[in-house]
């Protein structure tokens, strides 16, 4: 089966942005591309806004996706709410990957959810990727920040699989308090472990012990900011109590100020990316206790 590469378009700036990042990104993976449109006006004019919308949406693509070589892809277009019928699509076509263009609505500075592409890259199953500008290099560099204070294991499993999807290189940076710097021998042993880790997956990594100067996010970006090509990692979160899907706040703040793409995944509900050895890590696809459906609430 052909990998699969979800892009939302809307005609604007931002989605012709996604369209090119896919366009890069599908050539090598050797995958297509999906261009979904959602028209949420819905009632007696619906049938003349699809009509309109084949029209501008297979006019649009076509001039993106066919400048050097041909990349294969295919024209959806639904009706409903933008961000639902984007994560349904997701799961109905068994896509790799979703990219989203950024827009000013996407930067607000809050942990809820108050936009599409927050709600998609919250919610989403397979991981998504945000980009403000074409950006894209021979091979994908990922910055990945890691707390080595808390639990990491599934948040390490999730990055190696997206990093075999992609064929890339790996950092993973941790960014410590200077009034911590007793426990350095601990986080470099660490990061030893966890370069080990990556290497029997065949992923090649390097890691960074950052002492914190700034706050957490000001040193993923000043970081990023070196790395040619580079793509940030990011991990959504979930809330314990009402399993409400969410981005934390450090997340948010390297989103709204960074220039470079950001790969969001939630490392409880990422589907096994099932073309790289799907069963070795022995996980479940889906989180028990919170139905499918709970996710496009």
Do not use: W
Not at 86 to 91: G, N, T
Not at 197 to 217: A, G, K, Y
């Amino acid at each position: 089966t052909k990998r699969k590469i979800l892009v939302p378009v809307d005609f604007s700036i931002q989605s012709d942005l996604a369209l090119e990042y896919a366009r890069h990104l599908a050539t090598r993976m050797d995958a297509m591309i999906s261009c979904i449109y959602v028209i949420e006006k819905q009632g007696v004019l619906e049938h003349k806004l699809r009509r309109e919308a084949e029209n501008k949406l297979s006019e649009r693509v076509n001039l993106i996706l066919n400048k050097d070589e041909k990349v294969p892809f295919e024209l959806i277009i639904t009706s409903g709410i933008t961000h639902q019928k984007v994560l349904e699509k997701s799961i109905d076509l068994k896509v790799q990957i979703i990219i989203i263009g950024r827009s000013n609505s996407s930067l607000k500075r809050t942990t809820r959810i108050g936009s599409n592409t927050n709600k998609i890259v919250s919610r989403s199953l397979v991981p998504v990727i945000v980009v403000n500008k074409q950006s894209i290099g021979k091979r994908n560099h990922l910055i990945f920040p890691l707390d080595l204070e808390t639990p990491y294991s599934e948040k390490l499993i999730s990055a190696m699989d997206v990093a075999l999807l992609l064929g890339a290189f790996v950092s993973v940076i941790a960014v410590v308090d200077k009034e911590k710097s007793s426990l350095r021998p601990v986080y470099l042993s660490k990061l030893k472990e966890i370069e080990r880790s990556f290497s029997e997956q065949n992923v090649v990594c390097d890691t960074h012990l950052i002492e914190n100067q700034t706050t957490i996010s000001s040193e993923i970006l000043t970081y990023s900011a070196r790395i040619e090509f580079g793509i940030i990692l990011l991990m959504t979160h979930q809330e314990k109590k009402s399993n409400r899907p969410y981005i934390g706040m450090i997340e948010t703040e390297v989103l709204a100020r960074t220039e470079v793409p950001v790969l969001f995944l939630n490392p409880r509900n990422t589907v096994r990316l099932s073309m790289y050895k799907s069963n070795q890590y022995n996980l479940p696809a889906y989180p028990s206790g919170i139905p499918l459906e709970d996710q496009f609430i």
